[in-house]
């Protein structure tokens, strides 16, 4: 339930309103591929690997804003920076436009073992639509053939809600990877209308 709490506080003689119209602070998981993955792809330079996720596949179907990202990651050398981008998705459900939403992260702190770890990438925020879907993907823009990030899926299990991608010349020339393979992928967020602080002051 939504409540709505009005907090006056005196301070320095004047009189402050907050008034929190809120749902839990807590960024929830919306949608989210975690079958054990088994087998890893590499990203490095103009090779990006993703996948497409529908908002409402197992996750609540309501628009919300992304806040972050999660994927099961490893590396070789020293990749760099590497990069989460959402973007949305042509009639063929591959990536088309600008970039919705982005978050980096220090691929150098990843571990080298091929287990690979989860990790979380802030994103920038961008609101979702409910039943609609998106692509995910990451890419390590500095990283080179003895410098890679990767990223673990499952080739024996399918997400209803979408596909892995990839693309080996950077923003074009996006493909559709095996229809029954899909990546270790989360995505969090928090529902429009979630909490928002207003300050009247001077009353």
Avoid at 51 to 68: L, M, P, R, Y
Avoid at 97 to 102: A, C, K, R, W
Avoid at 146 to 159: F, G, H, Q
Avoid at 196 to 203: C, D, F, S, Y
Wanted: charge should be negative.
């Amino acid at each position: 339930m939504i409540k709505r709490f009005i907090l006056t506080l005196l301070f320095l003689g004047l009189g402050v309103i907050l008034c929190f119209n809120s749902q839990a602070y807590a960024a929830t998981r919306y949608e989210y591929h975690t079958t054990a993955p088994h087998i890893r792809r590499y990203t490095y330079g103009d090779n990006y690997e993703g996948n497409t996720f529908t908002v409402g596949t197992v996750g609540a179907n309501e628009n919300f804003n992304i806040t972050s990202t999660k994927w099961k990651l490893c590396r070789s050398g020293s990749p760099g920076i590497i990069t989460a981008e959402l973007k949305a998705v042509d009639g063929d459900g591959l990536p088309i436009g600008d970039v919705l939403s982005s978050g980096n992260y220090n691929g150098n702190l990843l571990t080298t073992s091929e287990s690979a770890e989860v990790v979380e990438i802030t994103m920038s925020s961008y609101e979702l639509q409910a039943s609609t879907q998106y692509a995910i993907y990451m890419t390590a823009p500095n990283g080179d053939f003895s410098n890679k990030l990767y990223e673990k899926m499952n080739l024996a299990d399918t997400y209803a809600g979408g596909k892995w991608i990839f693309t080996t010349t950077g923003h074009g020339g996006w493909a559709i990877g095996s229809p029954s393979s899909d990546f270790y992928f989360e995505v969090y967020g928090t529902a429009v209308g979630a909490p928002q602080v207003i300050m009247i002051m001077g009353l």
